[in-house]
């Protein structure tokens, strides 16, 4: 089975400056998360997509974050424009996504870390 | 907001000790998993334990949950120097939560050869 699928590895751009970040779920996954890990902390939830449609987006700087998984499938994540507090590593993740079931682990895909100058 | 805090931050041991990591939470939960993330890589999925289970093993992994306490621990018997990693330990509550999981701030284990 191939894992979560995510590029670029890595990304280094300067502040005010856009970004993109694509993921590929592990296939048939229906739920997909898009986290922000800064260096030292746990992973932050920032989307959660179930096929399409947005579960949670509660965490997300919505003026300057973006996000869409508009089939259903893989997924982009944006910033614009980027600040100096965004340098961190953006991990996608997909899960099973059984409606009404918690208890599903989450796979990962190794992230890309963004430096922003 | 991070949920699970884990203790301790840090933890240096040698090759075939065990090695004991604690998660603390601060709302109900329906489950806790513990995830492993080697350096520079995404998180590993390692053990699953649910609200109505009290411990849980897993090869070298045992995993005890305590409701009461709201707070579980890891063991890892006879640790090898590829269990080097930091540890995360991730709670879900459906209802409160929906599907998300809320990570701690990580326990960084290294051991030693």
């Known amino acids: 089975e191939a894992g979560v699928a995510q590029s670029p590895r890595y990304k280094i751009i300067e502040k005010r400056q856009s970004v993109a970040f694509w993921c590929n779920p592990i296939?048939?996954?229906?739920?997909l998360y898009w986290y922000q890990q800064i260096l030292g902390q746990g992973p932050k939830l920032l989307i959660q997509?179930?096929?399409?449609?947005?579960?949670?987006d509660s965490q997300l700087p919505k003026d300057r974050f973006s996000a869409e998984r508009l089939k259903g499938v893989d997924s982009t994540l944006k910033i614009q424009p980027a600040k100096l507090e965004d340098s961190a590593v953006y991990l996608c993740?997909?899960?099973?996504?059984?409606?009404?079931?918690?208890?599903?682990?989450?796979?990962f895909g190794d992230g890309t870390r963004l430096s922003i100058l | 907001s991070q949920q699970g805090e884990e203790d301790p931050q840090a933890l240096s041991i040698q090759e075939g000790e065990n090695a004991t990591m604690n998660c603390s939470y601060k709302?109900?939960?329906?489950?806790l998993q513990w995830y492993r993330q080697n350096s520079g890589r995404g998180l590993v999925h390692l053990i699953l334990?649910?609200?109505?289970?009290r411990e849980k093993h897993s090869g070298r992994l045992r995993v005890t949950l305590d409701t009461s306490k709201k707070s579980s621990s890891l063991l890892i018997t006879a640790s090898r120097a590829a269990d080097t990693a930091s540890y995360f330990c991730?709670?879900?509550?459906?209802?409160?939560?929906?599907?998300?999981?809320?990570f701690g701030q990580g326990t960084e284990l290294s051991v030693k050869p």
């Open positions: 993740a997909s899960s099973l996504g059984l409606r009404g079931e918690s208890n599903q682990p989450q796979h």
């Open positions: 296939s048939g996954h229906a739920t």
């Open positions: 997509f179930q096929n399409n449609g947005v579960v949670d």
């Open positions: 709302t109900s939960i329906n489950n």
């Open positions: 334990i649910r609200s109505n289970e």
């Open positions: 991730a709670t879900g509550n459906f209802y409160n939560q929906g599907g998300k999981l809320i």
